[in-house]
């Protein structure tokens, strides 16, 4: 069974970067059939696409974040990490990591999610 | 973007009763591979997003049989033929066709 567990500071400053990194169990980051993916959720609203990552280091940003964004992988470590910089108070945010499908351009596991609240 | 736009946003349900979500695409989801990439999720309180249906009609393995999917292009349902206490929460559809990829926002499913 795979499992996603999301790690990092669960408070950022405004105008400075977040960092969260995902650690996957149960299953090779470096297989070619998913892809690796950051998605966030405001408190009470829904859902956002950040980005996602393939094992060879490929990256596919949301436009919306772009500029701001970087997805790496670790694949030695069996994991993936997310950087977003600049952040505002709209950044805080439920994160999840999860996993994509290649095959069904869908999200098939998910971590639990972590709180990121942007205060000072 | 492709835009998702689900009804109802709230729907009460009376237990054993049908529900039925519709998510309309404002473009279709028709993929140059012939594909439909049309998702369900559900996301119970305080929990992370649960996939159940892929591909517009894919039920995933341990997803009741009483969820279905179905539609074409840009006109989607998500139907659970008979409502237990489990179900309560928010349902999304997603469209895994046009980058960046979207999600509807979301319908809320309680018991009356």
């Known amino acids: 069974q795979v499992q996603l567990q999301e790690s990092g500071p669960g408070l950022v400053k405004p105008s400075q970067t977040l960092s969260l990194t995902c650690t996957v169990s149960g299953g090779s980051i470096s297989s070619g059939d998913y892809y690796w993916s950051w998605i966030r959720q405001p408190p009470g609203k829904g859902l956002e696409w950040i980005g996602y990552i393939y094992y060879s280091g490929s990256t596919y940003y949301n436009p919306s974040l772009k500029s701001r964004v970087t997805i790496s992988v670790d694949t030695s470590k069996n994991q993936f990490s997310l950087k977003l910089s600049s952040v505002t108070a709209a950044d805080t945010a439920v994160y999840y990591c999860?996993?994509?499908?290649?095959?069904?351009?869908?999200?098939?596991?998910w971590g639990q999610g972590t709180l990121v609240t942007v205060s000072s | 973007d492709v835009v998702m736009t689900q009804s109802p946003l709230s729907l009460p349900v009376t237990l054993g009763q049908p529900a039925s979500i519709s998510c309309r695409s404002s473009q279709s989801l028709v993929y140059s591979d012939g594909n439909t990439y049309l998702n369900w999720f559900q996301q119970r309180p305080g929990q992370s997003p649960r996939r159940l249906i892929y591909?517009?009609?894919n039920r995933d393995s341990g997803v009741p049989d009483r969820f279905s999917g179905s539609g074409s292009g840009t006109d989607f349902t998500l139907k659970i033929s008979r409502v237990e206490a489990e179900d309560v929460g928010v349902y999304y559809c997603m469209q895994g066709t046009h980058w960046p990829w979207t999600f509807g926002q979301g319908t809320k499913v309680e018991i009356k």
């Open positions: 999860a996993r994509v499908n290649y095959y069904d351009s869908s999200v098939d596991y």
């Open positions: 591909k517009v009609s």
